[in-house]
């Protein structure tokens, strides 16, 4: 029997193991979420080959296997296999089954991808056909087999949308070994004005997504290990003063549900994506590990292993944009602009935003910059088909391009035409709302840079 409820509210929430009385249904024979890994020592060199394991520099146990990345891998799997090459690996026995609920264009699928590591994405959730369609153009021989509006529907086994004359769509035919949940974070952003009000919490219309649908989901598959995926809102309390936080009250939910055997173990990180690019996007990942299938002290050592991981990357230089963005003349990001002006994807991406706020956001930052809100001296001239605008643009994004125009042209004391110098190595991030001041630069820290699929905008 796993802890009380008690036992696991008075946990330390600070990153320590917890025991949960989370429950799993029959376990079928599953393969440990096992990698194979060969780290190379020169993680820069290694982009040109398979690499190969060494065998004297080493800090622990010898892999048993070698960890065979593509030479297109990414940056941050090179350096993800250096950082842990002295751990010893499992043989991978079979691609690993994973379902995705709503996370991110099923983000962990190109985790698998990037770390070559052979998986079977059974099914995968998302409301955004934008969404949807980045992940399959980009998980060739990887596509989920099924694809839902979201977890709702998926949990359900309704018929999916690559089936919708299916009487049913199966979410998860076979026991998952790995499921990725990301709910959504909108009710427990501290970037959301009315955060901390009374009732906002919990009176916001995707609040149930993340709490009973969550929970839904995840009796409905019960997954090897499952990582559930917040913002750290989610840690702080429902309201200005309060102690009860949504992280407690979706544990308390996990909790009383008794028919779920034989549980699982939790652990709980707080990471930052900071420490490997530099963009504060501190997250909260709830890792469940079946209990069927793992040990505590297993459980324990994923968690010592993903804390020493961290450890060793504060160590080492984060990337900075400029390394890991194409040049804004480069062919692909030219290419991308034309296609994203053309009629074919103009009615994908464009999604309304919330009447009045924008003009809202403007008039006041509009108001501190002491111009009329109907100046617009940079988008006035600029060519909105080469920039991807379109050929109308979107009132908002242009507003905003000419807000951040301003705003610079005011603080280094110059003209309009001066700035757009000084502005080639400033990023907008043209998804962010105007309050936010999205202004990300190619060096040092940032704050934003999103990973949201669309413009959103009102014509
Ligand atoms: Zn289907």
Redesign the pocket.
């Known amino acids: 029997m796993a802890s009380s409820g008690e036992d696991l509210l008075e946990a330390n929430w600070g990153g320590l193991l917890d025991e949960a009385a989370v429950h799993t249904q029959t376990l079928s024979q599953l393969t440990d979420e096992a990698v194979q890994a060969c780290p190379s020592s020169d993680e820069s060199s290694a982009h040109d080959a398979v690499p190969v394991c060494e065998s004297s520099e080493s800090e622990g146990p010898m892999p048993t296997q070698s960890w065979s990345l593509k030479p297109a891998s990414p940056w941050w799997a090179y350096r993800l296999v250096h950082l842990t090459r002295q751990y010893s690996r499992e043989e991978i026995r079979r691609p690993v089954n994973i379902i995705s609920g709503c996370a991110g264009v099923s983000a962990e699928s190109f985790v698998f991808k990037a770390l070559n590591i052979p998986f079977n994405l059974m099914s995968a959730s998302d409301p955004a056909a934008h969404c949807r369609a980045f992940a399959d153009e980009n998980l060739t021989n990887h596509q989920a ?2 694809w839902f509006a979201g977890i709702k529907q998926q949990a359900e086994g309704t ?2 949308l ?2 919708p004359y ?1 009487e049913r ?1 199966q979410g998860s035919p076979v026991q998952a070994d790995v499921a990725l949940l990301g709910s959504p974070c909108h009710p427990f952003s501290s970037q959301r004005s009315t955060r901390w009000t009374k009732g906002s919490v919990e009176g916001h219309p995707e609040f149930d997504i993340s709490m009973s649908q969550s929970l839904k989901w995840i009796k409905a598959f019960l997954p090897g290990v499952l990582i559930y995926e917040q913002v750290m809102g989610f840690t702080q309390p429902f309201f200005e003063k309060g102690s009860e936080t949504p992280l407690l009250r979706f544990k308390q939910l996990l909790l009383s549900q008794r028919d779920i055997q034989p549980g699982y173990w939790l652990v709980t990180l707080k990471l930052d994506m900071k420490i490997w690019l530099p963009i504060a996007r501190p997250r909260l990942y709830l890792v469940f590990l079946n209990k069927g299938k793992y040990t505590k002290d297993q459980a324990k050592t994923f968690k010592d292993i993903v804390e020493d991981i961290c450890a060793r990357q504060q160590q080492l230089p984060a990337r900075t944009l400029a390394d890991t963005l194409l040049a804004a003349d480069d062919a692909l990001v030219q290419q991308g602009l034309q296609r994203k002006s053309s009629k074919e994807l103009s009615g994908l991406h464009l999604q309304p935003a919330r009447a009045g706020r924008w003009q809202e956001d403007s008039a006041k930052w509009r108001a501190e910059l002491g111009v009329l809100r109907t100046y617009h001296p940079y988008t006035q001239t600029l060519d909105l088909q080469k920039a991807g605008l379109g050929t109308v643009g979107c009132k908002r994004t242009l507003d905003l391009l000419d807000c951040v125009t301003l705003a610079a042209a005011k603080k280094a004391r110059t003209t309009v035409k001066r700035v757009e110098q000084l502005l080639s190595e400033t990023l907008v991030d043209v998804s962010q709302s105007h309050d936010r001041r999205p202004l990300p630069k190619l060096e040092g820290p940032n704050r934003c840079l999103t990973t949201s699929n669309a413009d959103c905008c009102a014509q």
């Open positions: 087999t099924h018929a999916c690559r089936h299916a769509c």
